[in-house]
């Protein structure tokens, strides 16, 4: 029905000069002696070789879709098109697509492939099939199929062969679909989300879900790990022992759900490690003998990086910045260094119990002394923090180490680690 509030029509074409129509729609009329009355025609050089209808917008109304051969004479010349009878008032966007140039696409059909409740145009040839999934939008979506065998060029029809309708499939929805322009800092951690959603294509309740991470990698973890949609999985990227360069893996999405259609699914993951101050542990607990009598302790920490790196150390709430006197200290960067070398610094420190003391150049070693004869009396524990600050051409980067102790009788020498 390409005319509204008439009966069903007849759309033919025919070849014709200038002057004459090429595509007629004709109407019944028991009125006129022909029984058929013209409803619409149109004249089009090259004529078109096949004709068929669909409501893509589902108003009731069908357009019309033209296929025609163009020869290379006649230029970029569309070789399929969409006719609407009432374009101005419906606003369909134009529909006219150039297609391959040896005039491959020979049949074409429409019919309602994905359950919307509006028509699909379907096009063939003999090695591939085209479905335009939304041409009441424009000609921009289009899925491709290429059959096992070639086809005959001249026949294609849809139909709801099974009487199930279209069945609606859950879907997992993962934003974003990857995480591939990360960038950390070697000592880092840095963290990123992944929603993940139950897409509207059928699922009727959450989808419950499982990360993995096959590989393995020491430097990613995902959490949680298992749960159901809608959720937000945390990513993180621990560089903390990570040298410069590019690092990849993947996380797979499996669904429980063994009907979810895009189970598993693969977030691929690239990372991007610059160059920058790495430290060998992120805290430091140490046991001491407090007091007047109190015993004096050492420890080391060993800092790694790019040769050359100059940075600056505060112990407590100091300004490490300050100390580098606005300096980039990125051997790469476009500026030069401006802050001078020295092979010992002692380090300023706010609080009396402990003290820093190393170069102020990569790779080094910095001696912590714990002085237990400073901590104050009554006092049983301590906390502070050592900022360790470097300059690239990105700007500030700040590292931090936890650095605590606690008052015993009698020293204990045993390891302490607190992570």
Known sequence: RFVPGVLQQMALTRSTGPGGNSLWVLFYDPNVESNFGDSYAEFLLPPPRHIFAGDVDDNGDDELFLLRDVPTSAGSRPHLIMRNYNNETEGLPTFELVLDA?????????????????AEVVIMRNNNLRVYTAPESGASTALNFVPPVATDQRVVQAGNLDRNGYLKIPELGVSPPQLTSLVVYSGETRTAQLRLTALATGAEGPIPFELSLPAAPSWLTVTPQRGETTANVTVQVDASTLAAGTYESTIVITSLDPTVANSPFRVDVAVTVLPGLVVETKSLLVPLTCGSEGETTRRTLTLNGPTGLIFSATVGSGNATALLN?????????????????????????????TAASSNILPTTMELTFHGN???AGTTAGNTTLELVFFDKFGRQLRTVALGFFCADHQ?????IRQ
């Open 102 to 118: 040896d005039n491959g696409y020979n049949a074409g059909t429409t019919g309602d492939v994905d359950g919307d409740g509006r």
């Open 326 to 354: 606005g300096a980039v200290a990125d051997p790469q960067s476009e500026a030069a260094q401006q802050a001078p070398t020295a092979p010992h610094v002692v380090w300023p420190s706010t609080v009396p119990w402990v």
């Open 374 to 376: 400073a901590v104050a």
């Open 412 to 416: 204990q020498y045993l390891p302490l």
